[in-house]
């Protein structure tokens, strides 16, 4: 089993950066395929940004496409999410997700992954 920690989410004023950062268990990080969701309260989650186990494929949701960057350290077994130019409408609880499995190289739907964090809050004032 995989254990993911996110952490990186706060209050921000809109147009503000934040980095969301999600430290895996495991001694295989550079294994797993990792993603980022999110969701608002009453809401289903949603597809934010996934990454390839290399780092070498990136994709992301449109509505976060230009902003947001997703990124990996294997050596430190964490995965980021640089959160630019953020929007009220991006106020979510934000979460971690890991693909322990083989298979393909990305994944954008929840039944995906295999592992989930606890999520983190991000809140955008307008």
């Known amino acids: 089993q995989v254990q993911l920690v996110e952490s990186g989410g706060g209050l921000v004023q809109a147009g503000g950066s934040l980095r969301l950062s999600c430290a895996a268990s495991?001694?295989?990080?550079?294994?797993?395929?990792m993603g980022w969701f999110r969701q608002v309260l009453g809401k289903e989650r949603e597809f934010v940004a996934t990454?390839?186990?290399?780092?070498?494929?990136?994709f992301y949701a449109d509505s976060v496409k230009g902003r947001f960057t997703i990124s990996r350290d294997n050596d430190k077994s964490t995965v980021y999410l640089q959160m630019n130019s953020l929007k009220p409408e991006d106020t979510a609880v934000y979460y971690c997700a890991v693909r322990v499995r083989g298979g393909s190289s990305y994944y954008f739907t929840e039944p995906g992954y295999d592992y989930w964090g606890q999520g983190t809050q991000v809140t955008v004032s307008s």
């Open positions: 990454i390839s186990r290399t780092g070498g494929s990136t």
């Open positions: 495991g001694r295989t990080f550079s294994s797993y395929v």
